[in-house]
């Protein structure tokens, strides 16, 4: 798999995530939240595997 389809992919759940978070916690589902969420969810999961390849070696 590229690494453009793991973008889509990962971008793809974290918005969904970020909806059903927002939706969970806020009420209501706004764009700027959501959008904000989904990257800061995205970053995350490039954070963590950079982590976890730094750790293998």
């Known amino acids: 798999m590229t690494q453009f389809n793991i973008f889509i992919i990962r971008a793809v759940f974290g918005a969904v995530f970020a909806v059903v978070l927002t939706r969970m916690f806020y009420g209501k589902v706004e764009?700027?939240?959501v959008a904000g969420l989904a990257v800061f969810?995205?970053?995350m999961a490039y954070i963590?595997?950079?982590?976890r390849k730094k750790r293998k070696g």
């Open 31 to 33: 764009i700027v939240y």
């Open 41 to 43: 969810l995205v970053g």
């Open 48 to 51: 963590m595997e950079y982590f």
